[in-house]
């Protein structure tokens, strides 16, 4: 038992030292986003992500990263929780030819914490692209709070990639 449960924790261990992946497509399917967060993960990077379009690599691994009041998001943060959605809406257009615009994507969305600092990384895949968000939640009662820098690189595949 004493054996079973000391396997039981160096497995826990091992998974809580590696990077998380997380894949989300659009929903035609043709581009996938990779998401890649945790301890090991091979940039600076808070968030870690890569896109391919027709699996043909777009953006390369590259990174996301914030700093709040100060404190660098990118060492000691942890993933609360993971949430995934699908959308398929539309809104009224009020201008221009279409009256009704089409808004179908799917949405990953990962809470992170590190220490007494939160930072909501919203990722959307549509089938014209991608976008990328963040919300920072309110915190022990702040009412503001400082945005001092922001991090977001972009690494391109080889030229043609994402063409035809």
Known sequence: ?????????????????????????SPDRNIICRLQYGKSANSD?????????KSKDVILPSSFNRSIDGLKLDKGFSVEKVEKETFNKSWQNRLGELKQIPDNYIQLKLFLKNKDKKLNFI??????????????????????????????????GAPGAGEN
């Open 45 to 53: 990077g808070i968030v870690n992500y890569s896109i391919q379009y």
């Open 123 to 156: 990722c959307r895949v549509y089938n014209e692209g991608v976008a990328f968000s963040y919300e920072i939640p309110e915190m022990n009662g702040n009412d503001s709070i400082t945005v001092s820098d922001e991090y977001f690189s972009s690494c391109v």
């Open 1 to 25: 038992m004493k054996r079973f449960c000391f396997m039981l924790l160096g497995v826990l261990m091992l998974q809580n030292m590696q990077a998380v992946d997380n894949q989300i497509s």
